[in-house]
């Protein structure tokens, strides 16, 4: 079993920067390939980014592209996201997952963890 705590969501401003972190607990988060998540008012939860156990491997999806940075810090059970040049259609709330797959993919059903949450938004 795995739990997720994200935080560092806030207020920025166009442009800015913000820096995202989900702890994990439990022993084998290591092993867990791990994702960013972001749903918008009304809009359906959508996959931000993934990267690997090693932390090798990392995918993100191409508005995010350049501007976003997943990494993890398994000593620490932690992944992040570093969220540089801000948009306003950035804004939403952003969930970090584990899955339990070897490659999870870009759906939500490939997750089988998730936190609670965390409101990131952008003013123009």
């Known amino acids: 079993q795995v739990q997720l705590v994200e935080s560092g969501g806030g207020l920025v401003q166009a442009g800015g920067s913000l820096r995202l972190s989900c702890a994990a607990s439990?022993?084998?988060?290591?092993?867990?390939?791990m994702g960013w998540f972001r749903q918008a008012p009304g809009k359906e939860r959508e996959f931000v980014a993934v990267?690997?156990?090693?932390?090798?491997?990392?995918y993100s999806q191409d508005s995010v592209k350049g501007r976003f940075t997943i990494s993890r810090d398994n000593a620490k059970n932690t992944v992040y996201l570093q969220m540089n040049r801000l948009k306003p259609e950035d804004t939403a709330v952003y969930y970090c997952?584990?899955?339990?797959?070897?490659?999870?993919?870009?759906?939500?059903?490939?997750?089988?963890?998730w936190g609670q949450g965390t409101q990131v938004t952008v003013s123009s």
């Open positions: 997952a584990a899955s339990r797959s070897v490659a999870p993919g870009i759906s939500t059903f490939g997750y089988d963890y």
């Open positions: 990267i690997r156990w090693s932390g090798v491997s990392t």
């Open positions: 439990g022993r084998t988060f290591s092993r867990y390939p």
